[in-house]
């Protein structure tokens, strides 16, 4: 696809990418999948994300926050959902209501899913524990008291415990492992007080792929659902992922000049020689990374061209030599690396962060074009 006539910036979603890479992770995995489309799918559109995924296999989605679980809801989505990070003195019972489940990870929070219940219609809940990252989940020392009470309370019918969880670190594939085991202590706790948690997951998209002992009841995929690769050293393509965005801007001015041009503020960039400068209308307040300023590319007419000078908030400028350019010509600041243009892993490298953070700041001024 290119870019729609009259448009002058515009992120292109894949539909077809986001339900191909869940059916390539079912395959792989052989276990549920849980969609993560917290932060807006990523930047992608968490409604439109959440149905390609549950089009493409997937049976239950993953956010954050309450609120974007309520979202999902009133636009339709029946399939199961979890939210897991909660504001402290949680008021549960819009999230009860909707059929929401619920992350706990620990007792004032367990007290606030029970309390949202309203006659029959109680609370589900995923108990979370810690096993090693450091965040939220419940904290090693609390577990006993935590899935005593919870085991207590579904056995009175004011609760129902679905599932047990944490989340890995990736920080080496030995502490992964260590955490698996600290989570399988967990589970065995879990049975000893009576507890049956059916869905059992840990993994995020890192070690649904890299760590097959860790897939568990279901894997939780978030980047891998966009066609990332949470790997330094894997691409999309080497794991057999396609990515959904692609970033796309016409050229708004083109100049031709002369050797000893300053470029954008500061003038960190000056042509070193004759050479044609190409206006493309993105900039950090459309979540380019300033810090990409003077390294990223784009591709326009076939050629690679660099970022010259600073990124702006709404504008930067790149330089395209002797090659041909007018206004109105198509950018891909990124997309499929297997089509030949710059990937999000590409502007990662240039801005010194992580694919997830490119493509999940792409800002709200720039329209989303589902395709597929
Ligand atoms: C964001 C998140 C995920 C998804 O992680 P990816 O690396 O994007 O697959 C999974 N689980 C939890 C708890 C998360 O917060």
New binding site residues.
Partial sequence: MSLRAGTMREAEIDLDAIADNVRHIRRLTGVEV?A?V?ADG?GHGALRAAVAALHGGATRL?V?DVGEALALRRAGVSAPVLA??HPPHPDFAEAVAADVAL?ISGSAQLDAAVAAGRGDRVATVHLKVDTGLSRNGAPRDEWRRLFAEAARLERIGRLRVEGL?S?LS?ASEADDRAALAVFDEATALAASVGLRPRVRHLA???A?IALPEARLDCV??????YGLS?FADRTSADLGLRPAMTLRAAVAAVRRVPAGTGVSYGYDFRAERDTTLALVPLGYADGVPRQASGAGTVRINGVRARVAGRIAMDQFVVDMGDHDVSVGDEVVVFGDPTLGVPSASDWADAAGTIN?EIVTRIGARVPRRQVG
């Fill in positions: 849980m993560v917290k990523y993953g954050a897991w990070l992350g969880f989340h990736n995020a998209t890192h649904a939780r995929i978030g980047i891998g659902l949470p997830y």
